[in-house]
């Protein structure tokens, strides 16, 4: 089992930065991948930023330039830093990993709200 828990997120104004942050814990040596998605009311959940087995990243097309994803190993915790947010940035955000245990599965975290003000 992988536990995952976001933080970071808030309210803030258009133009603004955030950084999030999801801490795994658990069967952490079993996990491949980490990564973020967000879900807008009214919306599907949607890729933010995930990165590939051959150690590059896809970022959704509205976010690349201002969204920067990184892992820190030793923590065990995943980052998205965002810039020059928006307001259609707003949305809950969600931290996958995907792992082995007893077969490969998605894991997700609660998710944090991210609030951006016109």
């Known amino acids: 089992q992988v536990q995952l828990v976001e933080s970071g997120g808030g309210l803030v104004q258009a133009g603004g930065s955030l950084r999030l942050a999801c801490a795994a814990s658990g069967s952490i040596f079993n996990i491949n991948v980490m990564g973020w998605y967000r879900q807008a009311p009214g919306k599907q959940r949607e890729r933010v930023a995930t990165?590939?087995?051959?150690?590059?990243?896809n970022y959704a097309d509205s976010v690349k330039g201002r969204f920067t994803i990184s892992r820190d190993y030793a923590k065990n915790t995943v980052y998205l830093q965002m810039n020059s947010l928006k307001p259609e940035d707003t949305a809950v955000y969600y931290c996958?990993?995907?792992?082995?245990?007893?077969?490969?599965?998605?894991?997700w975290g609660q998710g944090t709200q991210v609030t951006v003000a016109s």
């Open positions: 996958h990993a995907y792992a082995y245990d007893s077969g490969w599965r998605d894991y």
């Open positions: 990165p590939t087995t051959g150690g590059s990243t």
